[in-house]
Every structure is written in structure tokens, then in C-alpha cells.
């Protein structure tokens, strides 16, 4: 995993290894649930995730390649950002299934 260019992992290595521990194995987790207090580091997390899903270089996320610089500016085909009512829907939903994971 490159987290070199990426600033907001900075002084956070708990991060860093939870995200590791992700793609152990050279595994690639179906679906990510993100939850912060700052929503920008939120979306910077989420980019870097995305340009991790669609880089083809070895070392991944490198930032550089097409795929990548197509992930960062939210212009690359396999991606279609949430407008906010789905966001809302999306949020709902989670918020539900972590109700009923709550009560078992
Ligand atoms: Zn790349």
C-alpha cells in the first residue's frame, strides 16, 4: 500500500494499519463504511480508497497513473458519485442494519 503523498495519513499509523489490514492477504473489501467528524478527510479517505480500487500499478495507490488521476477528479468510469438523496437513502439503510446488528 503507498500512502506516500497521501497528507492526512500523517501521525495517524492506526489509520494506516486498519486500512492495511483491509487488503491483507491481497484481499479487496466488497464495501467500505466511512465515519469521521470531518467530512473533507472523510472524501480525502474515500478518494484514496477509489484511486486504491482502480490503480494498476504495483505499489497502489501511486497516484500518478491514469486510473488514479481519473479516481481523484471523479471522472473515471466505473464510478458515479451519490447525489444526496441517495447519500440520505444509503445513510438510512446503514443506519438500520446497525440498529438490528445492536440488537441481537
Ligand atoms: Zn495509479
Do not use: W
Not at 13 to 27: A, C, G, H, V
Not at 78 to 102: A, I
Request: proline letters at 3%; glycine letters at 4%.
Amino acid at each position: 500500500m503507498n500512502f506516500e503523498g497521501f497528507d492526512f495519513f500523517e501521525n495517524d499509523e492506526n489509520l494506516k494499519q486498519r486500512i492495511e489490514s483491509l487488503y491483507s492477504q491481497n484481499r479487496q473489501p466488497h464495501a467500505i463504511v466511512i465515519e469521521g467528524a470531518v467530512e473533507q478527510r472523510c472524501e480525502k479517505l474515500a478518494t484514496f480508497l477509489t484511486m486504491r480500487a482502480v490503480c494498476r500499478a504495483e505499489n497502489k495507490p501511486c497516484g500518478k497513473c491514469e486510473q488514479c488521476i481519473k479516481a481523484r477528479e471523479q471522472a473515471h468510469r466505473f464510478l458515479e458519485p451519490l447525489n444526496s438523496e441517495e447519500k440520505q437513502t444509503l445513510y438510512t439503510l446503514l443506519m438500520k442494519l446497525t440498529t438490528r446488528g445492536s440488537e441481537n
